[in-house]
């Protein structure tokens, strides 16, 4: 199993890798697509999301193989899931894969909608990373040069949230 794996299709656009780090995501949005292209039943897609079997492992080894190919492309987390979904509290699998890719000096960008949660980790981060915070009405937060745009058709209350500020990589923030 590879936990580092090509993005196909349109998703290329956004990031040409990427890491999936739970099966399964609770913030079971309407119009997610995650079940679908994993072949699972959507009802149970949101019901107990856990941690990919030995993904910490498969991120360590596939880090250590892009790091000797000297990868200069970032590696976006997540493409099916929310790495900041609330099972992250338990395991922490996000900051550890974080640590992982930062210690092979490879890029990372992390895209959440869970809010206040993904504070935690903004530590780890460096000028050459990226934190995309999507909102309903499309607000993304890129916290690097990288442009990512990308759009969120339900209305969330995290638009409010102090913690925006305190972001020490805020570079972008777009409205759309």
Known sequence: MKAIYETKGR??????????LY??????????????????DKERWGQNPQPRKGIIVQIQRDAERYSKLNEKRPILMCFVT????????????????IL???AYDLRVVILTKAGIRAQRDWDLLDKRDAFCFAL????????????ILLP?????????QPYL????HLHQLFFC
Do not use: M, W
């Open 82 to 97: 929310d790495p900041y979904q609330p099972v992250d509290d338990t395991h922490r699998l996000a900051r550890k894969a």
């Open 100 to 102: 992982i890719l930062k």
């Open 152 to 160: 969120s058709p339900t209305f969330t209350n995290h638009l409010h």
């Open 165 to 168: 500020v305190g972001c020490p």
């Open 11 to 20: 998703a290329r656009e956004y990031c040409e890798l990427a890491i999936n």
């Open 23 to 40: 099966t399964g995501c609770s913030h079971n949005c309407i119009y997610c697509y995650g079940a679908a292209v994993t072949h699972q």
């Open 136 to 147: 309903t009405r499309c607000l993304v937060l890129c916290l690097s040069e990288l442009p």
